[in-house]
């Protein structure tokens, strides 16, 4: 543990994060090294809780505009997590790992209902628990999950990991002249609507002290560098 900046983290991945190349779905190759950067955090002996959206399977808000009923698209959407859950929990499995996934919503023939003293058991026991289904209620996203388990688990620090190296001015896929932020506060994320996490997220964080770093997940190690005291990404925090 000496030299790490702290003990427990909440990694929030995007569903996107493990479909590779291709344009939807999961892919392997991609869940296993994300799986592996996994490991060895947990190896070096930092407790991870993770959360992975869904929007490579589906988006509630996507497929409610092509005519489904939201709340029912959102509970498509909250099962996709689950689905990228479970893929996750198998490749870690695979590289020895022990891991449970624990569901907002109940499907416990499949993983466990989440229940928050024994998520944190898990953790303290080096498991790495993820977290499914998102909070389990619809309209809201997985970066309010993020923030809400994070808080729960009283993690030291929410890492949102991204396709991109932090926060930008505007998109730098765009605009060449977008400026990346080493650091900010919430209120300069919520103000200027900088593309960070949805509102309900980055206030709920904001309230309640959490540190958010956003980092780029496809720079291999970059995790475990932030970890050792690495300058990686952008810093948001309550100011
Ligand atoms: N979702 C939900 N409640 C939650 C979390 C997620 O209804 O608490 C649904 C919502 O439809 C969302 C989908 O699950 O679009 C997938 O999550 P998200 O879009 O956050 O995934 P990501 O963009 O991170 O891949």
Redesign the pocket.
């Known amino acids: 543990m000496k030299g790490l900046i702290c003990k427990r983290i909440l990694l929030k991945l ?3 994060a493990l479909m590779g190349e291709q344009g939807n779905g999961i892919d392997a190759g991609t869940v296993k090294r994300l799986a592996s950067e996994i490991r060895e955090l947990s190896r070096v002996g930092i407790e991870v809780g993770v959360v992975i ?4 399977i ?4 996507e497929k409610a505009s092509e005519g489904l009923d939201r709340i029912t ?6 099962l ?2 689950v689905i990228n859950g479970l893929a996750m929990q198998d490749a870690l499995e695979n590289l020895g790992q022990n891991v449970r996934v624990m569901s ?1 919503l109940k499907i416990n023939q499949v993983c466990e209902d989440y229940i928050r003293r024994r998520a944190v058991r898990h953790l303290e026991k080096g498991r790495v628990v993820i977290f499914a ?13 993020a923030s809400l388990r994070a808080i729960e688990i009283d993690a030291g620090l929410l890492i949102k990991a991204t396709k991109v190296d932090g926060v930008y001015s505007s998109d730098p896929k765009k605009d060449p002249n977008a400026r990346l932020y080493p650091s900010l506060t919430y209120d300069q994320a919520l103000s200027e609507k900088l593309k960070v996490m949805d509102a309900t997220a980055l206030v709920l964080c904001r309230d309640n002290n959490m540190p958010l770093r956003v980092m780029n997940i496809f720079e291999p190690g970059a995790i475990m560098r932030l970890m050792q005291g690495g300058n990686v990404g952008s810093l948001i925090e309550t100011g």
Do not use: K, V
């Not at 959206?53 to 490579?56: E, I, L, Q, R």
């Open positions: 995007s569903g996107e959206g869904g929007g490579n589906l988006r509630g808000a698209s959102d509970h498509m959407g909250m996709a997590t907002a289904a998102g909070i389990g209620n619809p309209f809201f996203t997985t970066d309010s999950a």
